[in-house]
């Protein structure tokens, strides 16, 4: 049985969370603040971590960076903020996807299932080195360099960043994009591929992936 984490101080909500993963077949925990949110994480190593942004103690941000560097773990963050900048603040300190509250029970747990499904199958571990322009990545670490700096991506932006170079006379549909990164197949999570597009391009510079207006997002230069 999997094991879920949630962190989320409105009972309401937590409560909410907690009976639909349970109904789902899910072990779940919960913590309503973040000192105890961390500690739980520490002691029941869970699959996945669903996190609130505004937890007493220490806010959602400082506990994902914690219970990060401890162990990678897929994070889903739960916001009542609807900003770009908060978007990117989130997925910057290693958080996998978001979801703006008030969200949908049914999206959630979609999200969820595809967010462990990601883990389960370790899709790139096999495969090859790839350049696009002067950025290297290498599948088998995970490691990114562009020229003689290394680029620290979080395991979602890695993957987000391989796929498309993985074919860089291809434009992407956002839809191609979540069912290929993220598993989704039902349309939920386009503003996601756009925040970490956004957070790729501020750690790698805007020459490496594109805007094909209308379409989606590519690789490298325009031919």
């Not at 914690?66 to 609807?82: C, F, G, K, N, Y």
């Not at 300190?93 to 978001?98: E, T």
């Amino acid at each position: 049985m999997q094991r879920i984490v949630v962190i989320e101080d409105e009972h309401a909500i937590a409560n909410a969370v907690t009976v639909r993963l349970r109904g789902e077949g899910y072990e779940v925990a919960t913590a309503a603040d973040g000192p105890t949110g961390v500690a739980l994480v520490d002691e029941v190593a869970p699959d996945l971590v669903i996190l609130d942004v505004m937890l007493p103690g220490l806010d959602g941000l400082e506990v994902c960076r914690r219970i990060q560097s401890e162990r990678p773990v897929p994070v889903l963050m739960l916001t009542a903020l609807d900003t770009e900048t908060d978007m990117l603040v989130g997925l910057g300190v290693g958080a996998d996807d978001y979801m703006t509250k008030p969200f949908s029970p049914r999206e959630m747990v979609a999200r969820v299932k595809a967010l462990l499904r990601r883990v389960e199958r370790s899709q790139y571990s096999s495969e090859k080195g790839i350049t696009v322009l002067d950025v290297e990545l290498d599948p088998g670490t995970r490691q990114v360099r562009r020229g003689d700096e290394d680029i620290h991506l979080t395991p979602t932006e890695f993957d987000l960043l391989y796929r498309l170079a993985s074919r860089p006379d291809m434009v992407f549909s956002r839809e191609q994009i979540l069912a290929d990164v993220w598993g989704y197949r039902d349309g939920f999570g386009a503003r996601t591929i756009d925040s970490h597009v956004a957070a790729l391009r501020r750690k790698l510079g805007g020459d490496v992936i594109r805007t094909v207006h209308g379409v989606g997002y590519a690789t490298g230069a325009q031919s």
